[in-house]
């Protein structure tokens, strides 16, 4: 059976804070985050728009009544959830009307968790042919003021649609894994931003990718020359870039490195916009490189390298089916341009507020802009979430 992606949506916040901005501001030369990290803003989210509302904006944005009507299961992958125990996709269930009958869960290992969650989707699918599983990558990446990752924050969410006979690429039944038991970025209940061994967690990301997409090419008897696209996890463009030059085969033909190389670019336009969006952020690659990619075609095949940090790595590939272009938007970077631009002192503030709520549980929650869903105000500790402009 033919399984994989059917529909894929994006959601972020409704401002942005430019990296030139923040480098004045901390006395930083701005070609350090411009070339060093390869970033040129990052999305700031208020408040009242979470990982809940930011899923449930991604989601709405792909789905018909149809899908509302088949989607037996909804998995949230984060690790910025709202509770420790209520699953954020039991809201997002009842903001977008999803028929009654669906399992609903949230997984979490850092930034891997989404890879874990397609997977069990797609095995899920083999099971229950006319099942459709909604998969949503939703994280809001705070680092800290004046830290060193504090210019590789961002926020936003993928959803993806799994379903059989899908309309955008295939899952294939291909994957390696790898864990390691290391230190070098997590975040204990008690925090609300995380501990990072920075310079370690690059070396990592960049040594599980190597050893893995050795063992891949090993297990299944392939090579980069099988691919038209390699995506990376995107904590930041830069990093991606490096795993893009280690994976490279220099022995390939000039013009398959130069396609492989165009393509590569492709996949971190958005997140150059957008920051590190945590388990969504590889698959905000894949989106960055459907959209803008000028030589991709059907049946080309894309590897995927999922990392988060803990650590759990995966390499797995996608093929692409016909017509996949019709299931795509073209203008999303101009879209991104309509965010509302921050002075630093006003992200200071819209990122780190956090909910004043009374001895009684209750908080009035300020109405900032967001997508098509808020978070309208915490009742006897019960976050209260709506449609934008319901009362
Ligand atoms: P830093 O202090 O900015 O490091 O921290 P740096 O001094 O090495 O500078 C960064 C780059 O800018 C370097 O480039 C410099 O040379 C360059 P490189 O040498 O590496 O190619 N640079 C300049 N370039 C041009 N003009 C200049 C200039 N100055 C410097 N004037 C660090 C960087 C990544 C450590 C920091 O941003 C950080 O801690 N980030 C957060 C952690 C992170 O993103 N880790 C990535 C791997 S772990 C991961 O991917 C998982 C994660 O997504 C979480 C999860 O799984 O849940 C993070």
Redesign the pocket.
Same mark, same amino acid.
């Given at each position: 059976m033919k399984i994989g992606i059917d529909k894929i949506g994006f959601a972020t916040a409704q401002y942005v804070l430019n990296m030139d901005d923040l480098a004045e501001s901390r006395n930083? %030369?701005p %070609?350090?985050y411009?070339?060093? #990290?390869l970033l040129n803003n990052l999305s700031i989210t208020p408040v009242n728009d979470d990982i809940v509302t930011l899923g449930a904006s991604a989601a709405e944005s792909i789905l018909s009544e149809e899908d509302k009507n088949t989607i037996d299961m909804i998995i949230v992958a984060t690790?910025s959830s709202v509770d420790q125990s209520k699953a954020a996709s039991t809201y997002i269930h009842s903001l977008l009307g999803i028929q009654p009958f669906a399992r609903s869960i949230e997984m979490k290992e850092?930034?891997?968790g989404a890879t874990a969650a397609l997977d069990y989707a797609r095995l899920h699918v083999q099971k229950h042919p006319e099942s459709k599983v909604l998969v949503i990558a939703s994280d809001v990446?705070r680092?800290g003021v004046n830290?060193?990752?504090?210019?590789?924050q961002g926020a936003g969410s993928v959803a993806m649609l799994i379903s059989k006979d899908p309309r955008i690429l295939l899952l294939n039944d291909n994957s390696v894994a790898q864990t390691r038991d290391i230190m070098? @970025?997590w975040r204990p209940n008690y925090s609300t931003t995380?501990y990072?061994n920075?310079?370690y967690?690059?070396k990592?990301?960049l040594d599980m990718l190597k050893t893995t997409w050795a063992e891949f090419q090993k297990r299944f008897n392939t090579s980069l020359a099988d691919f038209s696209a390699f995506c990376f996890?995107l904590? @930041?463009p830069? #990093?991606a870039l490096?795993g893009f030059n280690k994976v490279m085969d220099k022995n390939l033909p000039e013009d398959f490195k130069e396609k492989l190389k165009e393509n590569f670019e492709s996949t971190i336009l958005y997140s150059k916009e957008v920051g590190?969006i945590?388990?969504g952020?590889l698959y905000l690659g894949l989106l960055s490189l459907l959209e803008n990619s000028k030589n991709l075609v059907a049946g080309d095949q894309i590897a995927l390298f999922s990392?988060?940090?803990?650590?759990v790595a995966e390499i797995f590939s996608a093929t692409l089916v016909d017509g996949f272009k019709d299931m795509l938007q073209t203008n999303r970077l101009e879209t991104l341009k309509n965010r509302i631009r921050l002075s630093v002192e006003d992200y200071e503030k819209l990122f780190f507020e956090e909910a004043a709520i009374d001895s009684e549980g209750n908080a009035n929650i300020p109405e900032y802009k967001t997508g098509a869903f808020t978070l309208k105000e915490i009742h006897e500790h019960q976050r209260i979430y709506g449609k934008v402009n319901d009362k």
């Open positions: 930083v %030369d %070609d350090k411009s070339k060093g #990290l690790e850092a930034c891997y990446a680092y830290t060193p990752g504090e210019p590789t070098d @970025f995380p990072v920075g310079i967690s690059t990592q990301y996890h904590p @930041f830069k #990093l490096k590190n945590y388990t952020s990392y988060g940090s803990g650590a």
